[in-house]
């Protein structure tokens, strides 16, 4: 199954997106957008281009397990993005994906304004590869 994973942002957001057979995940895009009602039509646009057939987004738990303010957008825009593409869209948790993302593009010595274009993309599949492990586990 193609899945789309969701890295939603106040300003950016990143988008990636696994093959058919659910082993790859890779980044397909970075969108620069605060209205909420153009990027769920921008990322309804890239599920049609792309074929999803499934969404994940990540939920931004506090440390605790507990959620905030982030995790209610989240939730609230998860249902406009149900509501754009008539997709599941499911929420799995993202602590600490951003850490990881950061420590992945250090080791790739990727800096300045090449960073910020990619960093949201690159925590998008990180969530992405996660959601797939626990989808082989639950099998």
């Keep these: 199954m193609i899945i789309l994973s969701v890295d939603y942002g106040r300003v950016r957001t990143g988008i990636a997106v696994c093959d058919k057979n659910e082993i790859i995940a890779s980044p397909a895009a970075v969108i620069k957008e605060v209205h909420q009602e153009a990027l769920a039509e921008k990322i309804a646009a890239i599920c049609r281009e792309k074929q999803a057939e499934q969404i994940v987004m990540g939920l931004p738990k506090n440390m605790d397990g507990s959620e905030g303010e982030s995790a ?16 599941e869209v499911a929420l799995h948790d993202e602590r600490c994906t951003t850490v990881s993302a950061h420590g992945y ?26 959601y797939l492990r626990y989808r082989r586990n639950q099998i």
Excluded: W, Y
């Design 105 to 130: 593009l250090n080791v790739t010595d990727t800096r300045g304004k090449k960073r910020k274009q990619v960093i949201d993309s690159v925590a998008a599949v990180i969530i992405l590869e996660d």
């Design 72 to 87: 209610r957008n989240v939730r609230n825009f998860a249902e406009l993005l149900h509501e754009k593409t008539q997709l």
